[in-house]
């Protein structure tokens, strides 16, 4: 197993932003905070998923992969409204069809008050 951990995106010292194991990538879910942890455009879901698809890019690179070895997305998202915006990002970045997805509704008190619309987790897969 190899650890990604990019120094050009912020990286908790709680856990690893990412895991290769054998050739399959695992991300931990991703907010928007940019090196220093500080949130990103708050309360912009648009801005805040092409942030954290440029973080999500830097780790599947470490690994030798693209947005386009993705088999698996999951999405927590803070309002259903954001949604339109969030799946325009995510096709413009990935393509018409994308890989299976799960999204699952936050109620969070901590993400309102921060500013946190989404938080986003990958799998991909190097062939």
């Known amino acids: 197993m190899k650890i990604l951990k990019p120094e050009t995106i912020f990286c908790s010292p709680h856990y690893a932003p990412g ?8 991300t931990a879910g991703r907010v928007p905070v ?11 879901a648009r801005a805040q998923t092409e942030q954290i698809l440029d973080c999500l890019e830097a780790i599947l690179a470490e690994g ?30 990935m393509g018409t069809i994308l890989p ?4 699952s509704n936050q109620s969070s008190a901590s ?9 986003l987790e990958m799998t991909a897969v190097v062939e």
Not at 19 to 26: D, V
Not at 67 to 92: G, N, Q, R
Not at 111 to 119: D, P, Q, S, V
């Open 19 to 26: 895991l290769l194991a054998g050739n399959t990538i695992y």
């Open 111 to 119: 993400w309102e008050k921060r500013g946190i619309r989404l938080e």
């Open 64 to 93: 030798k992969a693209t947005l386009k070895d993705v088999v698996s997305i999951h999405t927590y998202y803070l309002l259903e409204e954001d949604m339109p915006a969030i799946f325009e990002v995510l096709h413009a970045r």
């Open 34 to 44: 940019d090196l220093n942890g500080e949130i990103v455009a708050p309360h912009d």
């Open 100 to 103: 299976p997805h799960t999204g």
